[in-house]
């Protein structure tokens, strides 16, 4: 299982960055970036308002 971005649909709002507990997402000249420390417990996924984050295996 991991996380999953689609980023033709990210509009790098931050407010998945801002929800992570883990620190794990950050942006990154405009694209989101996640980093080894996510933990994949989905609170990002459910932030996204626009559905642009999934956890692949699920
Ligand atoms: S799945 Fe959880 S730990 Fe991983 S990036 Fe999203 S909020 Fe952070
Ligand atoms: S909440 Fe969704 S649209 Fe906003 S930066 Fe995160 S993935 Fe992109």
Redesign the pocket.
């Known amino acids: 299982m991991s996380?999953e971005i689609n980023h033709d649909r990210c509009m790098h709002c931050g407010a998945?960055v801002g929800?992570?507990?883990?620190?794990?997402?950050f942006l990154r000249e405009f694209v989101l970036e996640?980093d080894e420390?996510?933990?994949?417990?989905?609170?990002?996924?459910k932030?996204c308002p626009i559905n642009a984050?999934k956890?692949r295996g699920v």
Do not use: A, W
């Open positions: 996380l998945c929800s992570c507990p883990e620190n794990s997402l996640v420390s996510c933990v994949e417990c989905g609170t990002c996924v932030t984050l956890l």
